[in-house]
């Protein structure tokens, strides 16, 4: 075969296609019901963007982008994640002047150069939310509650959040001083990415896989330890409400998340369903990154799902059920009759799906590939709740009448033409 799809990157082929949809119309129904509204920015942005926003020494901007010249050489970069795009989209409308809080959700391909795996793709997909304008744990607090309605709608139970709080301003960089002092004597065992972490960005070492490198961090200083008494208080508050918004959780202070742009709250849910990449999501509070590009002080907390990941492990098909009627004409003399009455049951069953079968090669061959629809997940994207097949022969065409079979019971009936919005409605109800 001449072309494969490039390494990472896969098609979605019903019912697949079908499954990503129904869950993002469900993110579209939670999060609506919490006043989001969807946000869609570009694929690609200014390569600065996100070096600035994620961070220079994070692996993501190191290692992973998707970076090329255009053709004036501008340096662009294919989004790794969408935060930073939201933020720019954000600061370019003028956000100052925007009523707060601005709650946003997005769906949408994400961009990698990560090893491809059971779960992790180059190209893969999204769904996230960020709640803009809002500085107390409240926000914190909605934001979860809200996640955790989104993923039990999908049937997700028991799940559980791993929190931290990371500390910001000064009390980050006595962490960080604190983090470099007891791993320095360790680094001549460091690999070079450590050992240009280790001075960098001390903090970036938790995304470390060495586990040797790990190995010390359970004894190293935690983030808990140092956070100032504002940081302290968010953190203590964001803990004491949680339980009352349905979210379970449980306190982690070895997770700093890799992006560099979080302050305080950071959070995380795994599930065990899924393997080596089990991280279903993530998210946290950013309160620096509107200042850090260019926009005004403001604070935001968001989080952001791995739509591949949540979709392979659903425990629940979120899609809906659907009626499926085949209209067989017997020859190519009923093809334009059958065209007619095709659209005749659309227009009283606009929930169902109708095929017209263009074979024209008899009615008992018609109903043969009626029966492949059923049995064919890829032929259509919903699960089918019952099957109809409409026979049109010369008889029928002639006399103004249709003959329906129920394919489950086998029941046929022959009517006027005329009775289908009433047949068909029948039909609904049983
Ligand atoms: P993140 O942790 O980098 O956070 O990504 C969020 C989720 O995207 C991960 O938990 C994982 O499920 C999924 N994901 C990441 N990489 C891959 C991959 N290569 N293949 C499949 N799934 C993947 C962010 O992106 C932040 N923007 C989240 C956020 C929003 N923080 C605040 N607001």
Redesign the pocket.
């Known amino acids: 075969m001449k072309y494969r799809s490039v390494k990472g990157t896969r098609d979605l082929f019903a019912p697949e296609s079908e499954r990503f949809a129904a869950t993002e119309r469900v993110a579209r129904e939670v999060f609506g019901s919490y006043g989001y509204a969807e946000i869609r920015t570009p694929t690609f942005e200014s390569t600065d963007l996100f070096a600035r926003s994620v961070g220079e020494t994070t692996d ?1 901007v190191h290692k992973e982008m998707y970076t090329f010249p255009d053709r004036k050489g501008r340096s662009l970069t294919l989004r790794p ?3 930073a795009g939201v933020v720019r989209a954000l600061i370019e409308r003028g956000v100052q002047d925007l009523p707060k809080p601005i709650r946003l959700w997005y769906a949408g391909p994400q961009f ?1 150069y ?1 090893q491809p795996q059971a ?4 190209e ?1 997909h ?1 769904i ?1 939310a ?1 709640l803009i304008g809002v500085p107390s744990v409240s926000a914190d607090i909605e934001l979860l509650g809200m996640l955790f309605v989104f993923l039990r709608r999908l049937g997700y139970e028991g799940l559980r959040a791993r929190i931290n709080c990371v500390p910001t301003g000064k009390a980050r960089e006595t962490f960080s001083a604190a983090l470099r002092e007891f791993l320095r004597p360790h680094a001549r065992r460091f690999g070079p990415d450590d050992q240009r972490r280790l001075e960098q960005n001390p903090l970036r070492l938790f995304d470390s896989k060495d586990p040797a490198v790990q190995g010390l961090l359970k004894d190293a200083p935690k983030t808990l330890d140092f956070l100032d008494e504002k940081a302290r208080a968010h953190h203590e508050e964001f803990k004491r409400e949680l339980p009352q918004s349905g979210v379970d959780f449980v306190e982690d202070g070895t997770l700093v ?3 560099d742009y979080y302050t305080l709250t950071v959070f ?1 849910v795994t599930s065990g369903s899924l393997g080596a ?1 089990d ?6 509070r ?1 309160d620096n990154l509107f200042a850090e590009l260019g926009g005004p002080p403001m604070p935001a907390v ?5 739509e ?2 949540l979709v392979a492990a659903a425990p629940k098909d979120p899609r809906s059920e659907k009626a499926l009627i085949v209209v067989v004409p017997d020859s190519p003399d009923e093809f334009s009759y059958a065209l007619a009455v095709s659209n005749e049951i659309r227009a009283c069953r606009p929930d169902a799906g109708v095929e017209t079968d263009f074979a024209g090669k008899g009615i008992a061959k018609g109903l043969g590939r009626a029966a492949q629809v059923l049995s064919d997940p890829s032929r259509h994207g919903a699960r089918v709740s019952t099957v109809h097949a409409v026979l049109l022969g010369g008889r029928e065409r002639e006399s103004g009448t249709v003959t329906v079979k129920d394919l489950a019971s086998g029941q046929q009936r022959t009517f006027p033409r005329q009775n289908l919005a009433e047949e068909f409605g029948a039909a609904r109800q049983a």
Request: zero cysteines; a neutral charge; hydrophobic letters at 25%.
């Open positions: 993501l994640e969408n935060t990698r990560e779960g992790r793709y180059r893969f999204q996230g960020e998340r890799g992006l995380e990449q991280a279903i999501l993530g998210g946290g950013y968001g989080f952001a799902i791995g591949d990941r």
